[in-house]
Every structure is written in C-alpha cells, then in structure tokens.
C-alpha cells in the first residue's frame, strides 16, 4: 500500500532544519549524546587492561548496560512528568561521579564485585539525551510529514556518534591511556548535559499523565506495540554488543589493536550512510513491512561475521551490517509516534533506547566469554543468535505495530488528518 502523504516528495532535511528553534537544542544534543557511544568499549579496554579478560570486562560493562536498561525508561517517566531538565541535571551530576569512581577502582585492581557496584549508578545515571531530542522534535513538529524525517536526522547523528565515539575511545585508551576513555566520556557528558538542560524553551510540555481511557498514568509499555519493538531493539543490541567485543578481541588477536576503532568506525559508517539514504527516499512501502524486510536482510548479514577472518572482509561486512541497521532503528523510532501518546512519548523513546543497552548487555557478556573460550570469531555468533530470535519475534507479532488511531490532529494549531500506512 502506498503511503499516503499530502505530496510525493518527502519533505528534505533542509526544511527539517529551518524549524524554529532547531539549532538551541540540536547543538548541545549532539555534544551531550556523544559520551554514549564511548561508554562501553572504554569500560572494556580500562578493565582487560588492568584484568586481563575480556569476561570480566564484558561482564563489567553488561551491569552498566543492565541498568541503564532498567533505569533509563523511569528517566524518561520522570521527564514526561516533571520536565527534562529536572532529570537531566542531577542525572548527569552523579553519573560523573559514579564514573570517576569506577575509573578509580579499575585502577586500583579493586575486586570484580566492586566494579560491579560501581557500574550500577554509572549506566542508571546515563543521561537520555538520544530520546530527550526525539521528544522535542515530536513535540515541534506534531502530526507533520516532517516527523519521518527527523527520525531519520535523529539516526544519522546517533550513528555519527557511534563513528566518532568509539574511534576516540580506543584512540585515547590505547594512545594516551586505559582510563583516558572513560574521563572523557565523564566530561563531555557534564559540560554536554548542562549545556542541553540550559535550553528551556524547546523542552516539551510536561505534567499531563497520559490516558487510554481509564483514570491514571499509562505506561509506554503498556502499549504491545512498544513491547515488540523492544525486542527487535533488545536484537540490534545485540549486534552492537557482539560487535564492539569481538572486533577488540579479534585485533588484539592478529596484534594490531588499533585496528579496533577503525574496524567498528567502518561498522558505524554503514550505520549512519543507510540514516541519510533512509531519511530522503520517499517510501512507498508502509514501515510494518520495510521493518520486517529490513530486518531480514540485517539477520542475513550478521550470520556471516564469523566467517571473516581478515581485516579487509570483516570490515567489509561490518559496513555491511551497519546498512541494515540504521533502517531498523529509523522505523521503529517513527512508529512510537502513532503508538504511544504524547505525553508518554519521552518513556516509549527510553524503553527502546533501554532495550538495545540490554541487548548490547547481554552481547558484550556472552562475545566476551566466547573470545575468552574460543576466540574472537566465536563472539560473532552472538549478533546472529540475537538477531533470529528478535526476528522471529517480530514476524509473529507484527499486527501488533497498528497504529493507535488515524483521524485528526493538530500541526502549528491547524487540524489536518494524517492518514498511517502500517503495510
């Protein structure tokens, strides 16, 4: 079916970026998100540094993605509550200090559990600043055509992120030195996080509890919808996890560590081209069925990771991978809009971002075990295994990604109806 938009052409990223008031809060989002795709892979260089396994720095960085899973969607409870920057600030206040501890204990060969105890508060305390923007964009653009689209801008810069973050993070870790990763990370989230929470006018409305029909607060994930999304996100989780462990271990393997950030660099790249493609086609195919078809062709492509046994191929099909993912991830964040309602918006966007922290949890734990046992190669099983299941998962449930209601809403005070193709 095709989709039905008052014009043929989607509207372009340069119409998306005139938006009033863009600029105050794209900036300092930017800034502010980048310390998350440092987080992880400098957890796992600072701690098999000073352990010399990459279980224990799998495992280490799984409690942190553990709990920023857990914690992230009451983040974002809260910020549809009271507002986002009474979260964001004492969020990113205490996730600088439960770094800065971590760090502390890494380097004082502290005992595993007590980096264990220190990595809870550090991934309960990552600020949500991917979802914070999302909400801004949903709460600036509200039923317009644009919305797609800045769900695929959104995309590309976390994907940006994800090339810049890593490559930096191992430049650092492995060149200056293990703990430079993470005092980095710690400091660009405070000065980026305060310098997003400064920017008031563009948070969105706040206070309304959201309702289907009954007295009370309503749950994002409540909403089925929302739960087999999570899956699928728990899935390219996965590939994340998978991905940042073995690459480590694989160019630590073939003695060229520093290959480490190119390698998943290449990875992100795929990621964030496939953003930009995504976000200037104008689909006639309804996003319930590029999502499945998508995500097929992801499961396709990380079934053969393992079988790389060479730079040149493995970062061939890192690329690869990341081309299917950015899709993925652009669908599923433009789908929440039709089925959660506003007032929820921030949490439905922080139980997706939670989901690929577990996924990515459960991926850097497992890989690492794996590349401890078997080798490198044996941790790319991980994004495979992580991928069918969240695909089978999402083939069987995929009536349940219809859209809340179709009808009228408001855009700029104008009613106008917004027809959903869900096919």
């Known amino acids: 079916m095709a989709s039905t938009v ?41 701690v098999q ?11 280490a960085a799984a409690v942190t993605g553990v709990s920023m899973a857990l914690f992230a969607p009451q983040s974002g409870k809260l910020a549809d509550h009271f507002g986002q920057r009474a979260v964001l600030v004492p969020g990113v206040l205490v996730h600088t200090a439960s770094v800065t501890l971590l760090i502390i204990l890494a380097l004082t060969d502290a005992p595993l559990w007590a980096l264990f105890a220190a990595a809870v ?45 890593p490559v930096l993070a191992t430049a650092l870790c492995t060149g200056v030195h293990p703990a430079a990763g993470l005092t980095a990370e710690a400091g660009l989230t405070l000065a980026g996080g305060l310098l997003f929470a400064a920017q008031r006018r563009t ?19 409540s909403v089925p919808g929302v739960r087999v999304l999570a899956v699928a996100f728990l899935g390219i989780g996965s590939v994340f996890g998978g991905m940042q462990v073995s690459l480590t271990a694989f160019t630590e393997e073939i003695g060229q560590p520093g290959m480490n950030g190119l390698l998943y660099g290449l990875f992100a790249a795929g990621n964030m081209l496939a953003g930009v493609a995504v976000g200037a086609i104008a689909w006639k ?8 078809l998508g995500y097929t062709g992801l499961t396709v492509a990380a079934s053969l990771l393992w079988t790389a046994h060479s730079v040149v191929l493995l970062g ?6 990341g081309l299917f993912i950015a899709p993925a991830l652009i669908i599923g964040y433009t789908l929440v809009d039709s089925l959660v309602p506003a007032s929820a918006r921030t949490e439905a966007f922080t139980w997706l971002t939670g989901a690929v922290a577990l996924g990515q949890a459960a991926a850097v734990t497992v ?12 941790g ?20 349940r990604l219809s859209p809340r209601a179709t009808g009228r809403v408001a855009a700029r005070g104008i009613g106008h109806r917004v027809p959903v193709t869900v096919d």
Do not use: C, N
Request: aromatic share 8%; proline share 9%; glycine share 12%.
């Open 285 to 292: 195919t309804g996003p319930r069925r590029r999502l499945v």
């Open 6 to 46: 008052a014009s043929d052409k989607r509207p372009g990223y340069g119409q998306l970026l005139r938006t009033p008031g863009a600029w105050t809060f794209l900036l300092p989002g930017f800034a502010a998100r980048q310390p998350f795709a440092m987080l992880t892979i400098s957890i796992v260089l600072l």
């Open 316 to 321: 061939a099909l890192g690329l690869l991978v």
């Open 367 to 378: 890989a690492g075990q794996l590349a401890d046992g078997y080798g490198a190669s044996a």
């Open 121 to 165: 508060p550090t991934g309960a305390s990552v600020p949500q600043v991917g979802p914070m923007v999302r909400a801004r964009w949903a709460a600036r653009l509200p039923g317009s055509p644009l919305l797609p689209t800045a769900a695929a801008f959104e995309s590309v810069t976390d994907e940006f992120t994800f090339v810049v973050g």
């Open 380 to 399: 790319f099983a991980v994004p495979l295994v992580g991928t069918v299941l969240a695909l089978t998962t999402l083939v069987a449930l995929r009536s």
């Open 203 to 221: 948070q969105p409305a706040h206070g309304r509890p959201a309702l289907d029909g009954r007295a009370g607060r309503v749950s994002a994930l």
């Open 49 to 59: 540094h000073t352990t010399g396994s990459y279980g224990s720095a799998g495992a």
